[in-house]
């Protein structure tokens, strides 16, 4: 009801200053508009300036815009209606009925109706701004950087939504035109050099980081910067939502540790993917984790005839399912509920489905944890493998793509063992197998179960102290979805035999991590949250590698994936030591790790 009356009185004042304006200038261009025949020229020309005048109002819609946020469309739009309400009756009177109107009440006229119809609405917009401004002084002290077109719509947000309690200060951009001016009257203090003297001095409690174009290494570089000081991060990740319709503040999130990485996105080379992919059935073991859900979704958009989830975990096989369904109705997905280490199972999901691309990414992969288990590390990670691998030999797939670790190279624990044997005995496969078997070899991932970061964002949460095993480790890391990339990737190159390495970058410290976590939530290391070390754990070792000294280091077509020349590995005799393996199964660990260093002889045993 009162949107109605609220319709109808905008047109009935936007018609009033069409006959004002319109009665002011003859006024001012006629000594006595009032006597005839002025006063029937006035008559007609006011009917019709109001017929065309409302005409325009609906047709522009003046009416039905919401002058609070007014900006340069509606006044166009105003100036717009303006000039064909000016117009249109001054050439009818004119051309239609013959009467010399002088040019300058068009002129007046037109002036008027611009002055009456915007002069009010941008006096109410003006009294929104200041008071909304005003309103909010007592909030969150905000400091944007980047004063482009997101920065800009992030400012105008806050500005105007009177929910978020977040007063925009000012601007940090490196443009010196932009520099000492001011945008919707915030200033731009002056470049990234001047992020941390501008935070003390205006109090700052959040940074927004509002630069979404501009490449990763950059924003990390930003990043970098800003962790000195004590505000909160966060950062615009990109355009895409706002330009959905989700807004500017809504797409604003906490500063992760994903972008403190700074790698650019991956360079794909989508035609050699589709090749292996599209119109295939593909089988995905471990569909359920971290990286074998990644790959289902990742591989999805290649349109594979059929997609095959199998996973021990009915939960998360579940999950996993319903989130494809969801994305991608027309995708044919078949789960399958299966252990690995099953190989009559294993037999019958080849037998039922005859998969033709083997993503394998089962394996049992928390290394302290299998240290206190290595016969189920054994069982999962080795013969699981070997079921998987043999039944895509046994039943024809084209191709095979193990997901192995850099814990690989040179194991200081059962885990790492276990996949180096399973890098091992795919290699030896490969040499009498129509397959072709390759395995994709990268570091930690970030955000995984179990991984170093959720556990240390949990500590955080429950007010710390964060627990660090060594303030000398170092980790290679990657995101999930950087990772699956590369690993659909690697497989387009497969010839067979081959262990791809990822470029992981530069290899990190889990201390500084932890202490870049803290300053992310907005804690100041050793002084609001403590940082313990508990020691090495179990099979741990300072430093990762990726490559064992046989293996040399050769390139692909992708500047990030790398080829380990293929060793010449004796497949009747590593299955001899298999067999040897399966029969220590079981037994005392110390047993167990003499076979293991017996296969793998660059295995140590630090524990």
Same mark, same amino acid.
């Given at each position: 009801?009162?949107?109605?009356?609220?319709?109808?009185?905008?047109?009935?004042?936007?018609?009033?200053?069409?006959?004002?304006?319109?009665?002011?200038?003859?006024?001012?261009? =006629?000594?006595?508009?009032?006597?005839?025949?002025?006063?029937?020229?006035?008559?007609?020309? =006011?009917?019709?300036?109001?017929?065309?005048?409302?005409?325009?109002?609906?047709?522009?819609?003046?009416?039905?815009?919401?002058?609070?946020?007014?900006?340069?469309?509606?006044?166009?739009?105003?100036?717009?209606?303006?000039?064909?309400? @000016?117009?249109?009756?001054?050439?009818?009177?004119?051309?239609?009925?013959?009467?010399?109107?002088?040019?300058?009440?068009?002129?007046?006229?037109?002036?008027?109706?611009?002055?009456? !119809?915007?002069? +009010?609405?941008?006096?109410?917009?003006?009294?929104?701004?200041?008071?909304? &401004?005003?309103?909010?002084?007592? @909030?969150?002290?905000?400091?944007? $950087?980047?004063?482009?077109?997101?920065?800009?719509? *992030?400012?105008?947000?806050?500005?105007?939504?009177?929910?978020?309690?977040?007063?925009?200060?000012?601007?940090?951009?490196?443009? +010196?035109?932009?520099?000492?001016?001011?945008?919707?009257?915030?200033?731009?203090?002056?470049?990234?050099?001047?992020?941390?003297? $501008?935070?003390?001095?205006?109090?700052?409690?959040?940074?927004? *980081?509002?630069?979404?174009?501009?490449?990763?290494?950059?924003?990390?570089?930003?990043?970098?910067?800003?962790?000195?000081?004590?505000?909160?991060?966060?950062?615009?990740?990109?355009?895409?939502?706002?330009?959905?319709?989700?807004?500017?503040?809504?797409?604003?999130?906490?500063?992760?540790?994903?972008?403190?990485?700074?790698?650019?996105?991956?360079?794909?080379?989508?035609?050699?993917?589709?090749?292996?992919?599209?119109?295939? &059935?593909?089988?995905?073991?471990?569909?359920?984790?971290?990286?074998?859900?990644?790959?289902?979704?990742?591989?999805?958009?290649?349109? +594979?005839?059929?997609?095959?989830?199998?996973?021990?975990?009915?939960?998360?096989?579940?999950?996993?399912? !319903?989130?494809?369904? /969801?994305?991608?109705?027309?995708?044919?997905?078949?789960?399958?509920?299966?252990?690995?280490?099953?190989?009559?199972?294993?037999?019958?999901?080849?037998?039922?489905?005859?998969?033709?691309?083997?993503?394998?990414?089962?394996?049992?992969?928390?290394?302290?944890?299998?240290?206190?288990? +290595?016969?189920?590390?054994?069982?999962?990670?080795?013969?699981?493998?070997?079921?998987?691998?043999?039944?895509?030999?046994?039943?024809?797939?084209?191709?095979?793509?193990?997901?192995?670790?850099?814990?690989?190279?040179?194991?200081?624990?059962? !885990?790492?063992?276990?996949?180096?044997?399973?890098?091992?005995?795919?290699?030896?496969?490969?040499?009498?197998?129509?397959?072709?078997?390759?395995?994709?070899?990268?570091?930690?991932?970030? @955000?995984?179960?179990?991984?170093?970061?959720?556990?240390?964002?949990?500590?955080?949460?429950? /007010?710390?102290?964060?627990?660090?095993?060594?303030?000398?480790?170092?980790?290679?890391? !990657? =995101?999930?979805?950087?990772?699956?990339?590369?690993?659909?990737?690697?497989?387009?190159?497969?010839?067979?035999?081959?262990?791809? $390495?990822?470029?992981?970058?530069?290899?990190?410290? *889990?201390?500084?991590?932890?202490?870049?976590?803290?300053?992310?939530? @907005?804690?100041?290391?050793?002084?609001?949250?403590?940082?313990?070390?508990?020691?090495?754990?179990?099979?741990?070792?300072?430093?990762?590698?990726?490559?064992?000294?046989?293996?040399?280091?050769?390139?692909?077509?992708?500047?990030?994936?790398?080829?380990?020349?293929?060793?010449?590995?004796?497949?009747?005799?590593?299955?001899?030591?298999?067999?040897?393996?399966?029969?220590?199964?079981?037994?005392?660990?110390?047993?167990?790790?003499?076979?293991?260093?017996?296969?793998?002889?660059?295995?140590?045993?630090?524990?």
């Amino acid at each position: 009801m009162f949107a109605a009356y609220r319709t109808h009185l905008l047109i009935v004042l936007d018609l009033s200053a069409v006959v004002l304006s319109l009665a002011v200038s003859f006024w001012m261009q =006629t000594s006595n508009p009032w006597v005839e025949p002025q006063t029937g020229v006035w008559l007609l020309y =006011t009917f019709i300036a109001g017929a065309v005048g409302i005409a325009c109002i609906i047709r522009m819609k003046l009416h039905r815009r919401i002058w609070q946020y007014a900006g340069v469309s509606e006044m166009l739009a105003i100036l717009i209606a303006a000039f064909w309400t @000016g117009l249109i009756p001054f050439l009818a009177v004119n051309l239609i009925f013959g009467w010399d109107v002088p040019k300058l009440i068009l002129l007046h006229h037109w002036t008027g109706m611009v002055f009456m !119809m915007a002069g +009010p609405r941008l006096l109410w917009r003006a009294f929104c701004d200041y008071f909304g &401004t005003n309103r909010r002084k007592g @909030g969150h002290r905000a400091l944007i $950087i980047g004063a482009g077109s997101c920065g800009t719509l *992030i400012v105008k947000e806050l500005l105007q939504n009177n929910i978020v309690k977040t007063a925009p200060v000012g601007f940090i951009d490196d443009d +010196p035109y932009k520099q000492r001016l001011s945008i919707y009257g915030i200033p731009v203090f002056g470049g990234r050099s001047e992020i941390a003297r $501008i935070t003390a001095a205006e109090r700052i409690d959040e940074i927004i *980081i509002a630069m979404p174009s501009v490449s990763k290494s950059q924003i990390s570089a930003i990043i970098n910067i800003c962790k000195s000081t004590k505000a909160r991060l966060k950062i615009v990740p990109d355009l895409h939502g706002m330009i959905q319709g989700h807004g500017a503040v809504g797409r604003v999130r906490d500063v992760s540790v994903e972008d403190l990485l700074g790698r650019d996105p991956i360079r794909t080379d989508l035609d050699h993917i589709a090749n292996y992919v599209e119109g295939k &059935t593909v089988l995905v073991t471990g569909a359920g984790g971290s990286i074998g859900s990644e790959l289902c979704r990742q591989i999805a958009p290649f349109r +594979p005839a059929k997609l095959l989830l199998l996973g021990h975990g009915e939960n998360s096989i579940y999950s996993i399912e !319903m989130e494809l369904l /969801g994305t991608f109705p027309e995708l044919k997905i078949e789960t399958v509920m299966a252990d690995v280490q099953d190989r009559r199972r294993i037999e019958e999901v080849f037998t039922a489905f005859r998969p033709q691309v083997v993503f394998h990414a089962a394996a049992h992969k928390h290394v302290p944890l299998m240290e206190r288990n +290595p016969s189920e590390a054994i069982k999962n990670n080795v013969f699981g493998t070997k079921n998987v691998a043999e039944c895509a030999d046994q039943f024809g797939a084209e191709r095979f793509v193990f997901i192995s670790t850099d814990k690989a190279v040179n194991p200081t624990s059962i !885990m790492g063992t276990t996949k180096r044997i399973a890098e091992m005995f795919i290699q030896s496969l490969d040499k009498h197998s129509a397959t072709k078997y390759v395995a994709v070899r990268f570091g930690n991932v970030l @955000g995984s179960r179990g991984s170093v970061i959720p556990r240390f964002k949990d500590q955080i949460s429950k /007010g710390g102290p964060v627990t660090v095993t060594h303030p000398e480790m170092v980790r290679y890391f !990657m =995101t999930i979805p950087e990772a699956v990339q590369l690993v659909i990737q690697a497989g387009a190159f497969a010839k067979g035999g081959e262990i791809f $390495i990822l470029d992981m970058g530069k290899p990190v410290k *889990i201390y500084d991590l932890a202490v870049d976590l803290i300053r992310l939530s @907005g804690y100041e290391p050793h002084i609001d949250m403590d940082i313990k070390f508990s020691g090495i754990r179990e099979g741990e070792k300072l430093y990762e590698e990726l490559l064992t000294n046989e293996e040399g280091l050769s390139s692909t077509m992708h500047d990030r994936i790398f080829i380990g020349k293929p060793m010449q590995i004796n497949r009747t005799e590593l299955e001899f030591e298999i067999r040897k393996l399966e029969q220590v199964l079981g037994q005392c660990p110390s047993e167990i790790r003499a076979v293991l260093k017996h296969l793998v002889p660059s295995y140590s045993n630090v524990s």
